[in-house]
């Protein structure tokens, strides 16, 4: 092995300096340069594709073989044909070779920093003129390599950590390693490239990729509370602003409400206060922005009031959908109100007086009355209002009243029969296990208990390893909680549910599995994914050229947008009114209103027939 070890060592030396010294007669085999590059890396610990080497000849290699590559990439730093091989858009990459592509990205970034502003630009800014070879910049193709690590980042692998002053090296995980070394890069960046950092950042943000998407979150904190206070607040006015704008039941809308409800956290108290009214709780346009944050965040003062306006304006929105019985095209306001509301309840529940719970619990079971139970499995729009609904009910749980709780059940029973989506049974779970701490007097016991067992004995024995999971924590929280003791055996209808809750509460597991079986299982998803990822992205390519964009929905429009549109023109004719008063009109402004009034004249005529 040491033979072996040292003739490679020699000929490595001998292949950088020859590198080194000719690098501009290479640019034709940048490419398959980078390649060699990748494919050593992808055989070394702790790549998961690594070859099973003693530990003693790794520490070895890694010192002697791995150590001897690293003087190669500053050479290549500001070779323009490096940097386009590496960077390229139309770059395809097996699986196994993903992470050692990460890994040297974290590379570049650790030595940009020591480099002149123009090899920073090359790498930072990606390709801009039609002439140049089409190229991401160095954030965006680390997020897009990150993608393919999901098994890494599972596993998790470990990588030496940062030396810290008096303390030993340790080893951290690869998404700390990640997090560590692009939030450092930050530090560094120039002030002409943060407009692309941010750009990179949201579009990772606004992604489909959950790892990559929090990686993104965790560096735009770090920004965050990195630069000044105002930068954090523009960040979190521009972020309100796209948030009230865009359509509310989007997923995407609710990755941009995760990062505003943090970005709260950090803003200093002035801006706090400047964000209340810049996006006042009071004005219900506001509820699709206030339904993703914590009161927690506000400084004591404004605190309680924004709480109560909040709760006013959420409430008034749920009542005036319940009272026209709007159809179902306006349920998302609807929504956004009964979300406001539950973030309320759980950051600032306190608050609430008995009134205010009370009349919370009359608007949730009304919605829960009027819910066609066949439409649920179909309507996302309506599973999200009864998930809102239930959990809402979860916080008022000691003010419900017997028959109306009879009713919940009974609806929640119809639920199961339905196999609604997973986020609908875990919203069930959450209410179930609140009733532990309600005592139902004996007159009612009859008509819920049996309900209740019922409930909690069929998501018991469910095949759904996240619904059994809960369902196990949801009953254990029950159980500990409950004056009714006796109802316990009766929701473990069979052995198997027994064994189950057993093994639960003895902190039993299976069979751990090793090391290396857990390693080769990484490997088959990373390949899975892989493998998922190129067939959404050629069949976005494919659509994107055979089919016209989809247009979006048309709907009736509603009250409210009438209200908007004239309330709209009355400001514009009020503006023109002022404007009469400081001075004569341009001679075309007569023809104009004449126009404007045979305009009103005709939407007269529309509206009355």
Same mark, same amino acid.
């Given at each position: 092995?040491?033979?072996? #070890?040292?003739?490679?060592?020699?000929?490595?030396? #001998?292949?950088?300096?020859?590198?080194?010294?000719?690098?501009?007669?290479?640019?034709?085999?940048?490419?398959?340069?980078?390649?060699?590059?990748?494919?050593?890396?992808?055989?070394?610990?702790?790549?998961?594709?690594?070859?099973?080497?003693?530990e003693a000849h790794r520490d070895e290699i890694a010192t002697g073989f791995l150590a001897a590559l690293d003087p190669l990439l500053p050479s290549l730093l500001a070779f323009r044909p490096f940097v386009e091989a590496v960077l390229s858009k139309d770059l395809v990459l097996s699986p196994e070779l993903h992470f050692a592509q990460c890994r =040297?990205?974290?590379?570049?970034?650790?030595?940009?920093?020591?480099?002149? *502003?123009?090899?920073?630009?090359?790498?930072?800014?990606?390709?801009?003129?039609p002439e140049d070879a089409p190229r991401v910049s160095l954030f965006t193709a680390l997020f897009l390599s990150l993608q393919h690590c999901s098994g890494e980042f599972s596993l998790p692998v470990f990588l030496p950590g940062v030396m810290a002053t008096g303390k030993a090296e340790s080893s951290v995980t690869w998404y700390h390693h990640v997090?560590?070394?692009?939030?450092?890069?930050?530090?560094?960046?120039?002030?002409?490239? !943060?407009? &692309?950092?941010?750009?990179?950042?949201?579009?990772?943000?606004?992604?489909?990729?959950?790892?990559?998407?929090?990686?993104?979150?965790?560096?735009?904190?770090? &920004?965050?509370?990195?630069?000044?206070?105002?930068?954090?607040?523009?960040?979190?006015?521009?972020?309100?602003?796209?948030?009230?704008?865009?359509?509310?039941?989007?997923?995407?809308?609710?990755?941009?409400?995760?990062?505003?409800?943090?970005?709260?956290?950090?803003?200093?108290?002035?801006?706090?206060?400047?964000?209340? *009214?810049?996006?006042?709780?009071?004005?219900?346009?506001?509820?699709?922005?206030?339904?993703?944050?914590?009161?927690?965040?506000?400084?004591? $003062?404004?605190?309680?009031?924004?709480?109560?306006? =909040?709760?006013?304006?959420?409430?008034?929105?749920?009542?005036?959908?319940?009272?026209?019985?709007?159809? +179902?095209?306006?349920?998302?306001?609807?929504?956004?109100? #009964?979300?406001?509301?539950?973030?309320?309840?759980?950051?600032?529940?306190?608050?609430?007086?008995?009134?205010?719970?009370? /009349?919370?619990?009359?608007?949730?079971?009304?919605? &829960?009355? /009027?819910?066609?139970?066949?439409?649920?499995?179909?309507?996302?729009?309506? *599973?999200?209002?009864?998930?809102?609904?239930?959990? +809402?009910?979860?916080?008022?749980?000691?003010?419900?009243?017997?028959?109306?709780?009879?009713?919940?059940?009974?609806?929640?029973?119809?639920?199961?029969?339905?196999?609604?989506?997973?986020?609908? =049974?875990?919203?069930?779970?959450?209410?179930?296990?609140?009733?532990?701490? +309600?005592?139902?007097? $004996?007159?009612?016991?009859?008509?819920?208990?049996?309900?209740?067992?019922?409930? !909690?004995?069929?998501?018991?024995?469910?095949?759904?390893?996240?619904?059994?999971?809960?369902?196990?924590?949801?009953?254990?929280? !029950?159980?500990?909680?409950?004056?009714?003791?006796?109802?316990?055996?009766?929701?473990?209808?069979?052995?198997?549910?027994?064994s189950k809750v057993v093994s639960f509460l003895s902190k039993g597991c299976r069979a751990e599995e090793t090391a290396e079986a857990r390693a080769e299982r990484m490997k088959e998803e990373n390949g899975l994914f892989h493998r998922l990822l190129v067939e959404a992205r050629a069949k976005r390519q494919r659509t994107a050229v055979l089919e016209?964009?989809?247009?979006?929905?048309?709907?009736?429009?509603?009250?409210?947008?009438?209200?908007?549109?004239?309330?709209?023109?009355?400001?514009?004719?009020?503006?023109?009114?002022?404007?009469?008063?400081?001075? $004569?009109? $341009?001679?075309?402004?007569?023809?104009? #209103?004449?126009?404007?009034?045979?305009?009103?004249?005709?939407?007269?005529?529309?509206?009355?027939?």
């Amino acid at each position: 092995f040491l033979f072996i #070890l040292v003739s490679v060592k020699s000929k490595q030396r #001998l292949t950088l300096s020859t590198l080194q010294e000719f690098t501009p007669f290479v640019a034709a085999s940048c490419s398959q340069l980078h390649q060699t590059y990748l494919q050593i890396y992808s055989k070394f610990p702790p790549s998961l594709h690594a070859a099973v080497i003693s530990e003693a000849h790794r520490d070895e290699i890694a010192t002697g073989f791995l150590a001897a590559l690293d003087p190669l990439l500053p050479s290549l730093l500001a070779f323009r044909p490096f940097v386009e091989a590496v960077l390229s858009k139309d770059l395809v990459l097996s699986p196994e070779l993903h992470f050692a592509q990460c890994r =040297l990205l974290l590379s570049v970034m650790d030595l940009l920093p020591s480099q002149p *502003q123009e090899v920073q630009a090359l790498w930072n800014t990606g390709s801009h003129f039609p002439e140049d070879a089409p190229r991401v910049s160095l954030f965006t193709a680390l997020f897009l390599s990150l993608q393919h690590c999901s098994g890494e980042f599972s596993l998790p692998v470990f990588l030496p950590g940062v030396m810290a002053t008096g303390k030993a090296e340790s080893s951290v995980t690869w998404y700390h390693h990640v997090c560590i070394h692009m939030c450092a890069f930050v530090t560094s960046l120039s002030v002409s490239h !943060f407009p &692309l950092l941010e750009r990179s950042l949201l579009e990772t943000i606004l992604g489909s990729n959950m790892i990559t998407v929090l990686l993104a979150m965790d560096v735009w904190c770090f &920004l965050a509370r990195y630069g000044t206070a105002d930068l954090c607040a523009h960040h979190a006015f521009t972020i309100a602003g796209l948030i009230r704008t865009c359509p509310a039941e989007h997923y995407r809308v609710s990755l941009l409400g995760i990062l505003l409800r943090r970005l709260l956290f950090l803003m200093a108290p002035d801006h706090q206060v400047e964000f209340i *009214q810049r996006f006042p709780p009071k004005d219900m346009k506001n509820l699709v922005v206030w339904q993703h944050l914590s009161l927690k965040a506000l400084a004591a $003062p404004p605190r309680e009031p924004v709480a109560h306006e =909040l709760f006013a304006a959420g409430l008034a929105q749920c009542e005036e959908w319940l009272s026209g019985r709007r159809p +179902l095209e306006e349920l998302p306001q609807g929504n956004a109100a #009964l979300s406001a509301l539950l973030s309320v309840c759980q950051t600032a529940g306190e608050t609430l007086e008995l009134g205010q719970k009370t /009349a919370l619990v009359r608007a949730a079971s009304q919605l &829960l009355a /009027a819910v066609n139970v066949a439409q649920v499995s179909s309507q996302p729009c309506l *599973q999200q209002a009864v998930c809102s609904a239930f959990r +809402l009910l979860e916080h008022c749980i000691q003010i419900i009243e017997s028959q109306m709780l009879t009713e919940i059940l009974a609806l929640q029973n119809s639920l199961l029969q339905l196999n609604p989506p997973d986020h609908v =049974l875990l919203a069930v779970l959450d209410f179930l296990a609140s009733m532990g701490k +309600l005592f139902i007097p $004996p007159d009612c016991q009859v008509q819920v208990l049996p309900k209740l067992s019922c409930l !909690f004995a069929s998501l018991l024995a469910s095949n759904k390893w996240l619904i059994a999971q809960h369902a196990l924590e949801a009953f254990t929280q !029950f159980a500990e909680e409950t004056s009714h003791e006796d109802l316990i055996p009766q929701c473990l209808s069979s052995e198997e549910t027994k064994s189950k809750v057993v093994s639960f509460l003895s902190k039993g597991c299976r069979a751990e599995e090793t090391a290396e079986a857990r390693a080769e299982r990484m490997k088959e998803e990373n390949g899975l994914f892989h493998r998922l990822l190129v067939e959404a992205r050629a069949k976005r390519q494919r659509t994107a050229v055979l089919e016209s964009s989809p247009k979006r929905t048309c709907y009736s429009p509603s009250e409210r947008q009438y209200e908007s549109a004239i309330d709209s023109a009355g400001g514009a004719l009020e503006a023109v009114k002022l404007l009469l008063q400081k001075g $004569p009109p $341009p001679v075309w402004l007569a023809k104009k #209103l004449e126009e404007l009034q045979a305009t009103l004249n005709s939407l007269k005529d529309s509206s009355t027939r």
